[in-house]
């Protein structure tokens, strides 16, 4: 059974840094995609930014520049650094992962930016 434990979030102001970790466990298989999207109240989920086990990464548009996506392969964690901040980053974040067709997500961690 595949579970994701995220970690990481919290209360920021305007201008502020975070960052998120996302551990799996269970059967995972090497080629796969981790990620992190987040949904803020009244809006559907949207993409943040995404990872594959070769290493080519995709950022929403967003969030280039000011957000970078990392990954530990031997230890099945994604991470997210999160700099300059905006209150509109609010949201909850979840951590995503992908392989063999399936789709696993994790619980969300909240992340709230203050003026």
């Known amino acids: 059974q595949v579970q994701l434990a ?5 209360l920021v102001q305007a201008g502020g840094s975070l960052r998120l970790s996302c551990a799996s466990s269970g059967t ?11 949904q803020a109240p009244g809006k559907q989920r949207e993409l943040v930014a995404r990872l594959t086990s070769g290493g080519i990464t995709t950022y929403a548009d967003s969030m280039k520049g000011r957000f970078t996506i990392s990954r530990d392969n031997t230890k099945n964690t994604v991470y997210l650094q999160m700099n300059s901040l905006e209150p509109e980053d ?5 951590c995503n992962l992908q392989f063999l067709g399936k789709t696993y997500w994790g619980q969300g961690t909240q992340v709230t930016v203050s003026l």
Do not use: K, Q
């Open 6 to 10: 995220e970690s990481g979030g919290g």
């Open 28 to 38: 995972i298989f090497s080629i796969n995609v981790m990620g992190w999207y987040r």
């Open 90 to 94: 609010t949201a909850v974040y979840y």
